[in-house]
């Protein structure tokens, strides 16, 4: 069998960090063309990543003439998500995008219509679905051993990381702020394993405290206030129409010793569980409390640390798996969907004062 030939359109972090280094790893796709405004990125990528011979484009859409490419990857900006995968999808290509799904709900949608309408795969790149404490929370519940999950905390906070790279501080390139760019990984997560996707209301705050002071303490060196144009903080409280409730807590900077990042926290009539230290699963048995920890590791023996195979390894093999095989993705863009409806209601609601309502 021939390997995919894939497409990368954005060389930037993202794409350096997560779908490249993965991407090259998988026996069943290559790399064959790049692409980034900045042509130099594109050569570099290229040079490490492509196949002899692989192509460097500055404009997306001269890509996408290529009928030989069968993959995109989309790793650009928020504000670019939806017309290049739109663009994709319609030039024949199977596409990846990065998260969140697009800036917007309306966008969102628009790519789901172009993924039907083509016939194409669409995923969107939530990759702590593929992490092993994920995946085995999620066998848990759909066993049915945490019975009916009806509270789930969402979380994704920070004491102080700040990302000062890029254009994560520029609201009109993104949407937002920690909510739409980490807050999105904990949404995810936390629908996924319960499974629940239909949203009844929402009500949200965001504030704007600690991003306008000047030579602040940062894992990543200070930010500079006259570009910090997000919230540095959100929270939404979701209310599902079987009644579930969803609390989602998103921030970049907040003063909190106790902090977690793409972590949920789940509770249901027969046990609970908490990612906070490794898998942990609570519950009752013969009238008495107990509460376990999941070891996901090496068992114990000697000289051997456990799998090779990270979260966006894994992600990067079904995907690709996925697009072979003509399976569905592991993340569904309906599902992706659901959580850009929720974010830009948190948004709205933040905005208004008011609860948001779905139809």
């Known amino acids: 069998m021939s390997k995919l030939r894939i497409g990368i359109i954005g060389c930037g972090g993202i794409a350096t960090g997560k779908h490249m280094p993965s991407l090259a790893k998988q026996s069943t796709g290559e790399m064959?063309?790049?692409?980034?405004?900045?042509?130099?990125r594109a050569v570099e990528a290229a040079e490490k990543y492509g196949v002899e011979g692989a192509k460097v484009y500055?404009?997306?859409?001269?890509?996408?003439?290529?009928?030989s490419i069968d993959v995109i990857h989309v790793c650009t900006p928020n504000d670019s998500h939806s017309v290049i995968t739109v663009a994709s999808l319609e030039a024949g290509k199977h596409v990846m995008c990065e998260k969140p799904m697009a800036k917007t709900t309306a966008e969102a949608r628009e790519m789901l219509e172009a993924a039907k309408r083509t016939g194409k795969k669409l995923t969107i790149g939530y990759q702590n679905r593929f992490r092993n404490d994920s995946q085995y929370l999620k066998e848990m519940c759909e066993n049915g051993d945490l019975g009916d999950v009806y509270y789930g905390k969402a979380l994704a906070t920070r004491r102080r990381a700040v990302p000062t790279w890029g254009v994560f501080l520029d609201e009109e390139k993104q949407g937002g702020g920690p909510l739409i760019d980490i807050g999105t990984h904990a949404l995810d997560l936390t629908l996924w394993l319960m499974d629940n996707y239909k949203p009844k209301s929402v009500m949200g705050s965001t504030f704007h405290k600690l991003g306008h002071r000047e030579n602040a303490a940062n894992a990543f060196g200070p930010w500079n206030p006259e570009e910090f144009k997000v919230e540095d903080s959100a929270f939404g409280f979701i209310t599902m129409q079987n009644g579930a409730t969803i609390v989602l807590e998103a921030s970049w900077a907040l003063n909190v010793l106790d902090f977690a990042e793409a972590q949920t926290i789940l509770a249901g009539t027969e046990g609970g569980a908490d990612m906070k230290d490794g898998l942990r699963i609570n519950g009752e048995k013969m009238s008495r409390l107990y509460e376990t920890k999941i070891d996901l590791g090496?068992?114990?023996?000697?000289?051997?640390?456990?799998?090779?195979?990270s979260d966006s390894d894994r992600e990067a093999r079904l995907w690709l798996q996925a697009v072979i095989e003509d399976t569905e993705p592991v993340v569904k863009p309906e599902q992706a969907l659901v959580v850009t409806e929720i974010l830009e209601a948190i948004y709205e609601s933040a905005k208004s004062g008011k609860a948001v309502y779905f139809e």
């Open 32 to 40: 064959v063309a790049f692409c980034d405004i900045v042509e130099e």
């Open 58 to 67: 500055t404009d997306f859409r001269e890509l996408l003439q290529d009928g």
């Open 298 to 309: 090496a068992g114990g023996v000697a000289f051997y640390s456990g799998e090779t195979e």
